[in-house]
């Protein structure tokens, strides 16, 4: 197979419809484009016409994760100076951390101007209005992957600026797999042919809804309605979801029989895999440096087909930069973050720390898709739901998680425990928005 180097990711459909300038206050791009001076636009902007000019006097600071990330953001800060004349201090703060650090630090000014997240994490913080909109959304429309758009984008708006999208899709060991599966049902047959004592056909952490969401979804069953925007409709327990479920517990009766859901652990998958005796494992690119310092002669492809035809719908996530609605300079800001997500700079962060580029003349460019494993990956994407981003989305992962768990180690009837898990999603909600 081919190499290609260590992919580190973090990957969506609704269109931007228009320029948004709204910030914290007035700013000179509002007054120079026809706005009153507080955020509002006075009727259309000409995107030919619309011009950010930085702030004069204006200094930077930028909220970046460690190592090749750090590494790549410092290049790109660096370029930005010499191009603008702005300073920009780097300051390494993961994008786990950033929305949560911004809620607190964002009003009293002690907050980055420009920060990295992953775009389920951040819709608290955009609904508190602590993140400045997207300067440029038609643009950035036009250009990037619709999935980076969606995930990025919050009530119809675009707030981020994509850098990274990712999704996981099928790895499987090229000593022991002859070809690829046509289908999942495929898959499974070949899976149950090669389990033999200590060597498995296939695994994958069934206790884990990010993962078996992607049957779930590919069958019909959905998290909220109206592209996951609906928090009072929930998909959780539908037709769908179940045919869903009954996938996991076939993949269960056929390959991993005798073992609970806490048998099959990401550290467990991940040895199995890197010592040669797992056929098949559902993962992400972050796997993928792993699995080659470890030596397997492994491929990548997307997951195979549903018996209903469509593919598995696996989440996807998407990084981006994000502006501080409460920076002293937030054209400046907004400035950095696009040069953050220019082509120039995707390109250097795939070439630095593999992460897919969501910008669509570099995904289709013959530097991604001579790559297999980059190129798998960015078709699963295609087929990918971005993970919701509304503040009510951290309350469906356990009652899911527990759902399929009594499933999978007690037999408890399918319908049954999904209704349980959208009652008590249900619950949550409502006490919640109280």
Known sequence: MKKSRSLWVTLGMIPVLSLALAACGGNEADSDNGGDGNGEASGETNMEDFEVEAEEGAELTLWSDG????????EMAASFEEEHGITVEVEEVSQEDAPERLATDGPSGQAADVFASTHDRIGRAISAGLVL????PEEYEENFLEASIEATSFDGMLYGYPTGIETYALFYNEELVDEEPGSMDEMIDMAADLTDGDQYGFMMEPANFYFNYAFIGGYGGYVFGDDNTNVDDIGLNNEGAVEGVELLTTMRDEVLSGLTAEDITADIKTALF???SLGFDID?????RGYEDAGVDFNVMPLPELSNG???TSFSGTRGFYVNSYSEFPDAASLLAQHMSSEESLLAAFETTGQLPPHVDIAESDEIQSDEIASAFLEQAQSAVPMPNVPEMPLVWEPMESAVIDVWNNDTDIQEALDQAVSTIETAIEEQQQ
């Open 133 to 136: 909109e997207n300067f440029w």
């Open 67 to 74: 190592d090749e990330q750090l590494e790549w953001a410092e």
């Open 274 to 276: 890197e010592e040669g």
């Open 284 to 288: 992400g690119p972050w796997a993928v």
């Open 310 to 312: 469509e593919v598995p």
